[in-house]
């Protein structure tokens, strides 16, 4: 059923993209210079569906990247939860095994 979902979602798209991909592959220049427009000093040319990808790439990783520290705060309380959870299981394990040994010299009830 995963699979299924997959290529439903997952074909769309591609076709999607290649069709985008082959209907903007005129050469943009990109350039990194704000001050000259006419010979900038640091551009390169892309198709422009290289850039419209790189910008989509970018944006990924920047907002993955912004979440991921954003949630840095809750990782750290479960770390944090499942050392304590450790702990007192640990103790909860040493006090039985210490019990048992009472319960067994306790005389029988009349």
């Known amino acids: 059923m995963r699979r299924f979902l997959a290529w439903l979602i997952g074909l769309p798209l591609a076709i999607l993209l290649i069709l985008l991909s082959v209907a903007n592959r005129t050469p943009v220049r990109l350039s990194l210079d704000p001050f000259s427009g006419e010979t900038p000093a640091y551009s390169v040319e892309l198709p422009l569906f290289a850039v ?15 979440t991921w520290f954003g ?18 299981r640990a103790e909860s394990d040493r006090l039985r095994r210490a019990a048992e040994p009472q319960r067994l010299a306790l005389p029988p009830r009349a």
């Open 71 to 88: 949630q840095s705060r809750w990782r750290r309380e479960a770390r944090n939860r499942r050392q304590e959870a450790s702990t007192l």
């Open 52 to 66: 419209i990808f790189l910008a989509l790439i970018a944006g990924l990783a920047i907002g993955g990247a912004a």
